[in-house]
């Protein structure tokens, strides 16, 4: 497989993994709902049968705060990754898919993979080649 090949299917494998922290990000909506409805009574049903028996303020808060963090930071780190795939795809901004591939090592165990890999290809000569970073005769 040629040095060409295998940066175009990182950038599609970038696009992949961007994707599945999105997705995965978004179960913090049903944190942020929660709260949202323990804060603005919407467990009004509840409250009829059990008078008394709202959760206190303060949980519904947190439960609110700890999901719209975790959307914003699964969202930020797809859309980032995604990012990163399109700048490899265009052959730029090298150091940015190398810092991203670092990020997403953390994330276990798709990013991992994905940032394992990210490290290993950007690093070789080959792609200093593909990116212009060397001339060719060198």
């Given at each position: 497989?040629?040095?060409?090949?295998?940066?175009?299917?990182?950038?599609?494998?970038?696009?992949?993994?961007?994707?599945l922290h999105a997705l995965f990000g978004?179960?913090?909506?049903?944190?942020?709902?929660?709260?949202?409805?323990?804060?603005?009574?919407?467990?009004?049903?509840m409250s009829q049968t059990h008078p008394?028996?709202?959760?206190?303020?303060?949980?519904?808060?947190?439960?609110?705060?700890?999901?719209?963090?975790?959307?914003?930071?699964?969202?930020?780190?797809?859309?980032?990754?995604?990012?990163?795939?399109?700048?490899?795809?265009?052959?730029?901004?090298?150091?940015?898919?190398?810092?991203?591939?670092?990020?997403?090592?953390?994330?276990?165990?798709?990013?991992?993979?994905l940032g394992v890999f990210t490290l290993?290809?950007?690093?070789?000569?080959?792609?200093?080649?593909?990116?212009?970073?060397?001339?060719?005769?060198?």
């Amino acid at each position: 497989m040629t040095p060409k090949e295998q940066l175009n299917l990182l950038a599609i494998f970038h696009y992949v993994v961007g994707g599945l922290h999105a997705l995965f990000g978004s179960f913090g909506l049903i944190h942020f709902t929660i709260g949202l409805c323990m804060l603005f009574g919407g467990f009004g049903s509840m409250s009829q049968t059990h008078p008394g028996s709202e959760p206190p303020a303060f949980i519904g808060l947190f439960f609110a705060i700890f999901g719209a963090v975790f959307v914003l930071f699964g969202w930020t780190l797809g859309a980032l990754t995604i990012l990163s795939g399109r700048k490899i795809a265009q052959r730029r901004a090298r150091k940015f898919s190398v810092v991203m591939g670092a990020i997403n090592c953390a994330m276990f165990p798709f990013g991992t993979t994905l940032g394992v890999f990210t490290l290993i290809l950007l690093n070789r000569r080959e792609a200093d080649l593909e990116y212009g970073a060397l001339p060719a005769s060198a």
